[in-house]
């Protein structure tokens, strides 16, 4: 039986990886001898140890045998000799091939360092990626993401407009917190010595960290801003494998720093973002003079140190441990200054074996986060990175990524650990000794101190009634559903006590239908329900004319609503909020999608 | 050279020219390395104090002689040694056939016999294991080309016969035929024509991926590796 011809897609890919050659990409080529030292050393391999297509070599094959076939002596006069007569030839391999190298590997490169030859597996694997996404083969939530990096400068989707005005909902809050705007967020302020460029998850779900870092910058008297373009740090093109991508998205926040005149980028925490922002996005967009750049966690180190804050650290007595972000150990060396500063904010500190450059990857990263189809895998594969957490006994994971703060939840719920995720800049701003930093010397001595704010659940929630004239909820009519009646309860009494009108549903037939008699100002939505799920709920309300303009803030505690937020088959919903819920932050949250829109509207 | 009969003379003439294709193909897998660009990271070095591209490289480069530096090889402490000695194996079975046409009075001297047949015979035993591994273990199977099969079966008999032909010119009784020697001569010559254009090759280009990936993770501060 003949083989089928080969198909346009699979022509192209070859030319494309022609382009990928160097010597080093040619050297891991060829350097790899079978031997399996690998395959120990990979967290999906170790999870699933029945399944021999884990193991590293295997997935770096599938870019060698095409390598083989085209490049290499032996394999071009006896492709069977070596393995390279089993390179793919139609589309249907080509699913295949995306499956392997998008729902097998987190491209972390924990195989690289523990490669006798030194072969690079996981860049092969990103090459293998990059190939795919050329011909339009990629999981569908990468498609949605990378789409949204091109068109509209970030991967969240965030629009100009939503952005600024999440910045000035910080400020504004910190406003309340201090009694005074001078920590205002500054907005393209030019020839300002830092340049603050963030996640957009941040924007999008927990802009709490942007007020947290704003307080600091204030309280260290720092001159600094934040760009209305270029502010994403993050890069799908390093998870793509689409370097074109990764260029533009680079240029587009070292551009934005040349053109504010700014002496320096800072990083918020996040491992992609830190090693696309610092390394890879010089050599994708060959940049030819790299932007003086650090990382947030170096900025807040270094104030500590000259003296420009001054923390307390018994105000973070939990025990906390620390993971080590694939993207920042292995692949950026940045790994001891977050926890010279982990040790300056906390009184209880304990490692996690292996850590630094050897650390387990938390299957956060790697793109995983988008790409919901491989969740039951991914957790699967993350038991390690549990076990790993539960053995130090923490209360507190901390971590400088967003990935893996994401990830790390997802771990924690699905392995029942009980502690929670926080960041170097929460633990920083909670651990402020406000009347003592930079910001509060030279002023007089009958100047009144700002409250610091400590921004912990409780203590937001003894300072919200202080703050609010009246309830902030009030005139606004929220549906609840959820189908567990304690947690519906709970809800309930919240939205009511904001002085909200409420009703319940308990199910996404249910939801869909009081939706459209109730017509609520917002409707909270649980996903994980029996029947009709709330993902199909949500798609149904967007759908639905009578339904689809209702805001959404979808309240869970399960990994599956990252399908509506990267698949996205409709609009994604306005907010999310992980489960167990923070009172205050919700009501917060809550209020600020309902007025936001109603300011949209006018 | 030996005088003893035209079929050993052959052998040696033979093993001598197949040195010499081995040699112009490997200068050609070079050339044919090296007409691939090179990458460059033109990103500012990573950690402050520890970043080094030529301690990163000098590291990746030894860390064969370092096994506590790899998880891999420090968890498998035990393979790592089958490693070493399949190695010095070969090291041993190369100089033997070397020598053997060079001084061959050196070779059959006892102290050399000793240390050269007992690497071998410990050699074939660590094949005979890895010949196992790579049949019946899942993964090796998956992953195992022709080309990784026949490599291992050739070198795994190529250690037999060598260890064989260190007692022939030992004198060892029993192992007086000459044709032990031509024989391991004229498979040492396939082995040396066929190795270029085989894995095998992979220690011609050991050094090179060792010190890339040294250099660049050196660049960015992620070695030498720290275990805390």
């Given amino acids: 039986m003949s083989k089928p011809a080969k198909t346009h897609k699979i022509k192209m890919m070859e030319e494309q990886l022609a382009k990928k050659l160097n010597r080093q990409v040619v050297g891991s080529l060829v350097g790899c001898v079978h031997c399996g030292m690998c395959n120990d050393c990979c967290h999906y391999v170790l999870s699933h140890p029945d399944d021999p297509k884990m193991t590293p070599s295997y997935k770096a094959d599938q870019v060698r045998k095409l390598f083989k076939a085209n490049h290499d002596w032996t394999g071009s006069v006896f492709p069977w000799w070596v393995g390279a007569d089993k390179v793919p030839l139609t589309d249907d391999d080509l699913d295949q091939l995306k499956d392997i190298a998008f729902g097998t590997c987190t491209n972390c490169r924990r195989c690289t360092i523990n490669c006798p030859m030194g072969v690079d597996t996981a860049t092969l694997n990103r090459i293998m990626r990059g190939l795919l996404t050329n011909v339009g083969v990629m999981p569908e939530g990468v498609r949605v993401v990378s789409k949204d990096q091109w068109e509209l400068g970030n991967q969240m989707g965030v629009l100009k407009e939503d952005y600024i005005d999440t910045l000035e909902w910080m400020s504004e809050e910190l406003e309340e917190d201090l009694g005074h705007g001078e920590a205002a967020i500054p907005i393209d302020k030019a020839g300002a010595k830092i340049m603050y460029a963030i996640n957009p998850r941040e924007v999008k779900y927990d802009p709490r960290t942007i007020k947290e870092a704003a307080l600091i910058f204030w309280a260290a008297g720092e001159d600094w801003t934040m760009p209305t373009e270029g502010w994403d740090n993050t890069n799908f093109g390093l998870f793509s494998g689409d370097d074109g991508l990764g260029g533009a998205s680079a240029k587009r926040e070292y551009d934005k720093a040349r053109e504010l005149g700014v002496d320096k980028i800072v990083i918020s925490e996040c491992g992609h973002g830190y090693r696309s922002t610092r390394h890879e996005g010089v050599n994708w967009s060959g940049d030819a003079e790299p932007f003086p750049m650090e990382s947030s966690v170096m900025t807040m180190l270094r104030y500590i140190k000259e003296g420009k804050i001054v923390v307390d650290p018994t105000k973070n007595s939990q025990r906390a441990t620390f993971h080590d972000s694939c993207n920042n150990a292995r692949s950026c060396g940045f790994y001891e200054e977050p926890r010279e500063l982990l040790r300056l904010v906390t009184t209880d500190f304990q490692e996690m074996y292996p850590n630094r450059a050897e650390g387990f990857c938390c299957t956060g990263g790697g793109g995983a986060m988008s790409m919901s189809e491989y969740t039951p895998r991914r957790l699967k594969s993350g038991e390690i990175k549990a076990n790993q957490i539960r053995e130090t006994g923490a209360e507190i994971v901390v971590t400088s990524c967003h990935n893996c703060v994401d990830g790390l939840g997802d771990l924690i719920k699905h392995y029942e650990l009980g502690c929670e995720v926080k960041q170097l800049v929460d633990l920083v701003a909670n651990a402020l000794v406000l009347e003592e930093c930079a910001v509060m010397k030279g002023r007089p001595a009958t100047a009144p101190v700002p409250e610091a704010p400590v921004p912990t659940a409780e203590v937001e929630a003894a300072a919200v009634p202080a703050v609010a004239v009246e309830a902030p909820l009030s005139g606004r009519k929220i549906l609840v559903v959820d189908d567990e009646e304690d947690i519906r309860t709970f809800l309930v009494t919240v939205f009511e006590d904001a002085g909200a009108e409420v009703m319940e549903a308990s199910d996404g037939d249910e939801c869909i239908e009081k939706a459209k008699v109730f017509r609520p100002d917002l409707i909270s939505l649980d996903l994980s329900m029996p029947g009709k799920s709330g993902v199909d709920a949500f798609v149904e309300l967007r759908k639905t004319a009578e339904t689809e303009e209702i805001p959404v803030c979808v309240v869970t505690g399960h990994p599956e609503f990252r399908q509506v937020i990267y698949d996205r088959p409709v609009p994604p919903p306005e907010g999310y909020l992980n489960k167990p819920v923070d009172e205050d932050k919700l009501v917060s949250y809550v209020a600020h999608i309902v007025d936001a829109k109603d300011e949209k509207a006018n | ?228």
Avoid at chain 2, 29 to 58: C, E, H, I, V
């Fill in chain 2, 1 to 228: 050279m030996h005088e003893s009969s035209s079929l050993l003379q052959t052998a040696e003439v033979v093993h001598w020219a197949a040195l010499i294709i081995m040699a112009v193909v490997y200068s050609l897998r070079l050339r044919w390395l090296f007409n691939f660009k090179p990458g460059a990271d033109k990103s500012a070095p990573g950690a402050p104090g520890r970043t080094d591209k030529k301690r990163g490289a000098n590291y990746s480069l030894f860390n064969v002689a370092m096994p506590w530096s790899m998880e891999s090889t420090r968890k498998g402490f035990a393979f790592y040694l089958t490693f070493v000695i399949f190695h010095l194996g070969v090291v041993a079975g190369i100089t033997l056939a070397f020598l053997s046409t060079i001084t061959p009075n050196f070779v059959a001297n006892p102290v050399f016999a000793r240390i050269c047949g007992s690497t071998l015979v410990l050699a074939f035993l660590v094949a005979i294991y890895r010949v196992f591994r790579r049949l019946f273990t899942p993964v090796m199977k998956l992953i195992s080309t022709p080309d990784d099969y026949f490599s291992l079966f050739m070198l795994t008999a190529w250690f037999g016969l060598g260890a064989v032909t260190q007692a022939h010119l030992a004198g060892v009784q029993g192992f007086e035929s000459v044709n032990i020697l031509v024989a391991y001569l004229f498979l040492t010559s396939f082995f040396l024509v066929y190795v270029p254009f085989s894995k095998i090759s992979h220690y011609l280009y050991y050094p090179f991926t060792r010190i890339w990936i040294g250099r660049a993770l050196g660049h960015r501060g992620s070695y030498p590796i720290v275990r805390g």
